[in-house]
């Protein structure tokens, strides 16, 4: 399973990077707002900022809902860095541009996706990526991880290349039974990423080594 950010913190997404684990990066309007990063020149110049730490996908958002704004903003996206994959609303309007980004070999992520007809939907247009809201599903009462695995179970009834790119995580755990579950890729905040590493048994562990150690060499 690949490990993408989700995130528009410079910092951030460095350490990922640093940890080795990293693969991608994903992006949303409201994250690049909770980093003060507003105006069209900046969120760009921030997007190049980005696919310069991480040599893998990054995904940046358009705003437009309609079809010829959709097409002229991810390209313009798309015409900052190579790595970038442009990220459409799941919306009839957002279909067809993937549509229509797919049949220019331009990559995409399908974002805000609750349903698996929607996942099936975008998987039909020729997205390269969807974004099933895991976190935001378990919110409404609804189980997130179900939708992994009956995306999973259609995408592999008739081999879609498109890859299921769980977003919305919001622990350890998600990360866990989405990579159980098959998804391809999953997208997590720095510290869900981190979390995996935790136990405390591994840390009674190397303490008591270090101590025992410490003994032998006195
Ligand atoms: C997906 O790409 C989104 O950026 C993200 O995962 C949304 O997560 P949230 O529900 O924690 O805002």
Same mark, same amino acid.
């Given at each position: 399973?690949?490990?993408?950010?989700?995130? $528009?913190?410079?910092? @951030?997404?460095? @350490?990922?990077?640093?940890?080795?684990?990293?693969?991608?990066?994903?992006?949303?309007?409201?994250?690049? +707002?909770? @980093?003060? %990063?507003?105006?069209?020149?900046?969120?760009?110049? !921030?997007?190049?900022?980005?696919?310069? %730490?991480?040599?893998?996908?990054?995904?940046?958002?358009?705003?437009?809902?309609?079809?010829?704004?959709?097409?002229?903003?991810?390209?313009?996206?798309?015409?900052? !860095?190579?790595?970038?994959?442009?990220?459409? =609303?799941?919306?009839?309007?957002?279909?067809?541009?993937?549509?229509?980004?797919?049949?220019?070999?331009? =990559?995409?992520?399908? #974002?805000?996706?609750?349903?698996?007809?929607?996942?099936?939907?975008?998987?039909?247009?020729?997205?390269?990526? %969807?974004?099933?809201?895991?976190?935001?599903?378990?919110?409404?009462?609804?189980?997130?991880?179900?939708?992994?695995?009956?995306?999973?179970?259609?995408?592999?009834?008739?081999?879609?290349? #498109?890859?299921?790119?769980?977003?919305?995580?919001? !622990? =350890?755990?998600?990360?866990?039974?989405?990579?159980?579950?098959? +998804?391809?890729?999953?997208? +997590?905040?720095?510290? $869900?990423?981190?979390?995996? +590493?935790?136990?405390?048994? #591994?840390?009674?562990?190397?303490?008591?080594?270090?101590?025992?150690?410490?003994?032998?060499?006195?």
């Amino acid at each position: 399973m690949k490990f993408f950010i989700d995130t $528009a913190n410079l910092q @951030e997404i460095q @350490e990922a990077y640093e940890m080795g684990i990293l693969d991608g990066v994903t992006t949303n309007p409201s994250l690049m +707002a909770k @980093e003060g %990063i507003t105006g069209y020149n900046n969120i760009l110049n !921030h997007y190049v900022k980005i696919c310069q %730490i991480v040599d893998g996908p990054v995904s940046a958002e358009v705003i437009s809902t309609e079809f010829q704004g959709m097409l002229e903003e991810g390209q313009a996206l798309f015409d900052l !860095h190579p790595n970038i994959v442009v990220k459409i =609303p799941m919306i009839p309007e957002g279909i067809k541009a993937i549509r229509a980004f797919s049949d220019k070999n331009i =990559p995409t992520n399908c #974002t805000l996706v609750f349903s698996a007809g929607q996942a099936l939907l975008a998987a039909k247009a020729g997205a390269t990526y %969807i974004s099933p809201f895991l976190g935001r599903l378990d919110d409404v009462s609804s189980d997130g991880l179900d939708l992994i695995s009956q995306i999973r179970a259609i995408y592999d009834n008739y081999d879609f290349d #498109t890859q299921i790119l769980a977003a919305s995580v919001r !622990h =350890p755990m998600h990360i866990v039974h989405c990579a159980t579950l098959g +998804a391809d890729v999953m997208t +997590a905040p720095l510290s $869900a990423i981190k979390a995996l +590493a935790k136990h405390p048994l #591994t840390d009674i562990g190397l303490q008591q080594f270090l101590a025992d150690h410490a003994k032998g060499n006195a």
